[in-house]
């Protein structure tokens, strides 16, 4: 089995060890190597497919077969919200999952079928790239949506949804994503659904992720310290807040900030009882 590496740093984080990374988060006693073993099995049953399947497009429609038709992964319209959506054991087992974890799971069979593909984050939404051997040839599906192609039409919804802007999209918005990236958004997205649910023990654990990832967001730094002190560790929390004033001095938070770090300062101060 492939290495997995236990922080986000590593620069050689591929697509399928970040996501068990992340997995790992909640489920620390993950069975990686099934995790693994599952996704090869259905990548070899793809690679039996294309013998004769040498286009893009051709490929794109036994990956749908195999994986939609066949085995019954489909975006969870009801769960959006629902944290396992964010976590690839869980939506292998579950067959459920959202754009960002089901490219992860498309992605890494067709690569072991011998397909080209990638992951690529398109304004809040992920789709796969199948490149042909040709080059330039490559056709874009929706793993949310039973994988159908997406045009440019689609794509030009996608982009006006998310920034107004009804224009087909440059090229450079349809470039693969790397480990680091899909690993930086499925941490994101478990920050919101945390912090919505006040969940700190999880949150912190993401944030944590989050900083030795990001190193030059400070907002995460700030962040994690805002949730420490809420959690009752004033020493961490002051260490925090006061490394975000340091790298961010003219944010627009930056006198609350002081604030708390004053606040905390008087509770080391005071005298025990």
Request: charged fraction near 30%; aromatic fraction near 4%; proline fraction near 5%.
């Amino acid at each position: 089995m492939r290495h997995i590496p236990d922080r986000v740093t590593d620069r050689g984080l591929d697509l399928l060890g970040g996501a068990l990374l992340v997995a790992r988060n909640e489920y620390p006693n993950l069975d990686e190597a099934a995790v693994v073993r599952e996704i090869d099995a259905l990548g070899a049953t793809l690679a039996l497919r294309l013998a004769d399947r040498p286009t893009a497009e051709a490929q794109a429609r036994e990956l749908a077969r195999l994986l939609v038709d066949e085995e019954g992964f489909c975006g969870d319209e009801t769960g959006y919200r629902d944290a396992r959506n964010s976590y690839v054991n869980d939506v292998l087992a579950r067959r459920r999952g959202i754009p960002i974890t089901l490219s992860v799971v498309w992605v890494e069979v067709a690569r072991r079928a011998g397909i080209a593909a990638s992951s690529v984050p398109f304004h809040g939404y992920f789709l796969v790239r199948l490149d042909g051997p040709k080059p330039g040839s490559r056709v874009l599906v929706d793993p949310c949506s039973h994988g159908r192609v997406v045009t440019d039409s689609t794509l030009v919804r996608l982009r006006a949804a998310s920034t107004g802007a009804s224009i087909v999209p440059d090229e450079r918005e349809l470039a693969p994503a790397d480990g680091r990236v899909v690993v930086v958004r499925l941490l994101l997205n478990l920050r919101s659904l945390h912090a919505a649910r006040g969940d700190y023990s999880r949150l912190l654990v993401v944030l944590d992720r989050l900083v030795d990832l990001l190193p030059g967001s400070p907002e995460q730094l700030r962040d994690r310290g805002l949730v420490t002190a809420r959690m009752g560790a004033p020493l961490a929390a002051r260490a925090d807040l006061e490394e975000y004033v340091r790298l961010a001095p003219r944010a627009d938070d930056v006198d609350h900030v002081r604030r708390v770090i004053a606040r905390l300062a008087e509770r080391d101060d005071a005298p025990a009882s």
